[in-house]
């Protein structure tokens, strides 16, 4: 063939029954889990996130079986004895985001979303099995449109035509999955944290997605902070706090040893292993903390309009994006080198371990209240401005420092006397360990 010449091959192969966690069997069920190279296991395929194309799948079942995939149905034919489906997904997806599943059990419910923001109608497809509780499965139908409304809202408008729901069997082994516009889930999984985590990875995963695996907490840090808007925006700010509180704290309880960076350049040539990629403590817990500090560090303006131009640049959207990418843009759009944060947090190990001192002293007719910063872990410094709420006898201030090195003094004046001081009191800097004392 010659260059630019189109042909088409086909390629006849049949799966022998061989589990291999990609092309699932079970009692009155199939379905497909390709995350992370799943997928070559049941169609050919350049299987790489950054390798994106579109799709047709099409599948031959038993008339009372229904089938579902990526995309928007084009076309159903039955014969009475079998029906054949025809599935097509018009946006670049990445060949783990491909999925089917299909039930001799399923129930299909369909609702239209419609967009407050563009007024285009989305069809939201529930299929659900007839043993699953039904008031999980309405409550699931109640929340998710509330859900699009809110992450549209944040990150741009939901960005494909269709978005579908599947509970599985007990062989899957995930909570669920994120498959381009066909969210799979396990039984009776109709929680909002696992349903915000699945529907947000549509804009951090689906939209844009990893470059390489090295770039894996893209997706699941974004996901599992996520989680915790959806329950700020619902239950307010002190729940927000509460549920990176405890995420954090999984990742201090939980994280490996030797402890390792959240990123790691060697997977983009080679895969770890599945539970280091998809390690709870790592990708998931301490990128969605990074986040929640980076928001921190920002503040809510500009963290929030730099997100969301980021899920709405044009130059991204249905494709990929590496970590390095990824800081560069974040600096530009908040007007702040971000390397630093970014940095420490994503390629180095561990965590910041403070040990701060502070003192009250009398000065003429002021107060003084000297303060000095310091980190005890053994390895390399954690930049990061810092909070103290000093205590009055009527009122409290917090004030903010920027702790550049180690052993850092800072002193601060007061006409009233202060009666303690208390270090990050909104928990800010969450992937830490720290105690402070008085007397220097």
């Known amino acids: 063939y010659q260059t630019g010449e189109e042909f088409e091959i086909g390629v006849s192969y049949s799966h022998k029954k061989f589990f291999d966690t990609a092309f699932y069997v079970g009692k009155g069920i199939i379905y497909t ?19 994106k194309a579109l799709f047709e799948i099409r599948g031959k079942v038993p008339a009372n079986v229904l089938l579902g995939s990526n995309g928007m149905l084009i076309d159903s034919v039955s014969d009475g004895k ?3 489906y025809t599935w ?33 109608i989305i069809p939201i497809r529930f299929y659900y099995k007839k043993t699953d509780e039904k008031g999980k499965v309405y409550f699931m139908m109640e929340r998710v449109p509330m859900m699009m409304n809110f992450f549209s809202e944040m990150f741009g408008s939901y960005p494909f035509d269709k978005l579908a729901f599947a509970t599985v069997d007990n062989q899957f082994p995930w909570g669920g999955m994120e498959n381009q516009t066909f969210i799979t889930l396990c039984v009776n999984c109709y929680n909002d944290d696992l349903l915000a985590h699945e529907l947000a990875h549509h804009w951090f995963g689906d939209l844009i997605s990893p470059n390489q695996w090295s770039d894996i907490w893209l997706n699941e840090g974004f996901a599992t902070y996520c989680e915790t808007l959806w329950s700020e925006h619902t239950d307010g700010k002190a729940r927000y706090r509460s549920l990176n509180k405890f995420t954090a704290e999984e990742y201090f309880l939980t994280s490996p040893k030797p402890p390792r960076a959240i990123y790691n350049k ?7 292993d599945g539970k280091t990629l998809f390690d709870v403590a790592m990708t998931y817990n301490k990128s969605g903390a990074v986040l929640y500090m980076l928001r921190y560090v920002l503040g809510d303006s500009l ?23 990824f800081i560069k843009l974040m600096s530009e759009y908040s007007g702040k080198d971000l390397t630093w944060f970014f940095e420490q947090w994503l390629y180095r190990p561990n965590h910041p371990v403070y040990s701060n001192r502070y003192e009250i002293v009398k000065d003429g007719d002021n ?34 420092l920027q702790n550049d090195y ?14 303690m001081v208390e270090f990050d009191p909104n928990n800010e800097i969450i992937l830490k360990r720290a105690k402070t004392v008085q007397g220097f």
């Open 33 to 51: 889990d390709c995350e992370p190279d799943g997928a070559r296991c049941w169609f050919p395929c350049k299987d790489y996130p950054n390798d």
């Open 82 to 84: 079998f029906t054949t």
């Open 88 to 120: 097509r997904e018009d946006y670049p997806m990445a060949t783990y985001l491909a999925v089917v599943a299909a039930s001799e059990n399923y129930i299909l419910n369909v609702i239209e979303w419609k967009n407050p923001y563009n007024g285009k």
């Open 266 to 272: 060697e997977w983009d040539s080679q895969l770890p």
């Open 303 to 325: 963290f929030f309009s730099s997100i969301k131009k980021y899920a709405t640049n044009p130059e991204l959207m249905y494709g990929n994006i590496s970590t390095d990418e």
């Open 367 to 400: 107060w003084k209240v000297n303060l000095k910063v310091s980190q005890t872990q053994r390895e390399d410094f954690f930049k990061m401005p810092v909070e103290f709420k000093i205590y009055f006898q009527k009122e409290n201030k917090i004030v903010r």
């Open 406 to 419: 180690n052993n850092q003094t800072f002193e601060l004046s007061y006409k009233e006397k202060p009666v």
